[in-house]
């Protein structure tokens, strides 16, 4: 069984920076496409950015430009670095491995894991 966890979250002011990290146990991340998905205190959960297998990445357009999306395979883990955040980006953050790599839509294919909580104070 996947089991996705998520860390880094925070509190930062507006405009600070902040990374988040996602691990798994039982599944190599090197092998899948993995996004980073948020969800906003009365908000669908959305997908904001996705690593394929390789190096392509695709951002949502409200975090293109500020967020970074990268992976290393050798620990196992994919980072979401963030910069110039907003109030707006205040969310709990989590990855899981979307359906499709290129697909902003994309459906997750496992658990959630608890993903972790990033507040941002204007």
């Known amino acids: 069984q996947v089991q996705f966890a998520e860390s880094g979250g925070g509190s930062v002011q507006a405009g600070g920076s902040l990374r988040l990290a996602c691990t798994a146990s039982?599944?190599?991340?090197?092998?899948?496409?993995i996004g980073w998905y948020r969800q906003a205190p009365g908000k669908q959960r959305e997908l904001v950015a996705i690593?394929?297998?390789?190096?392509?990445?695709k951002y949502a357009d409200s975090v293109k430009g500020r967020f970074t999306i990268s992976r290393d395979n050798a620990k196992n883990t994919v980072y979401l670095q963030m910069n110039s955040l907003k109030a707006e980006d205040t969310a709990v953050y989590y990855c899981?491995?979307?359906?499709?790599?290129?697909?902003?839509?994309?459906?997750?294919?496992?658990?959630w894991g608890q993903g972790t909580l990033v507040t941002v104070s204007s």
């Open positions: 899981n491995a979307p359906e499709y790599w290129d697909r902003l839509d994309a459906r997750p294919l496992h658990a």
């Open positions: 039982g599944f190599r991340l090197s092998l899948a496409a």
């Open positions: 690593i394929s297998s390789g190096v392509i990445t």
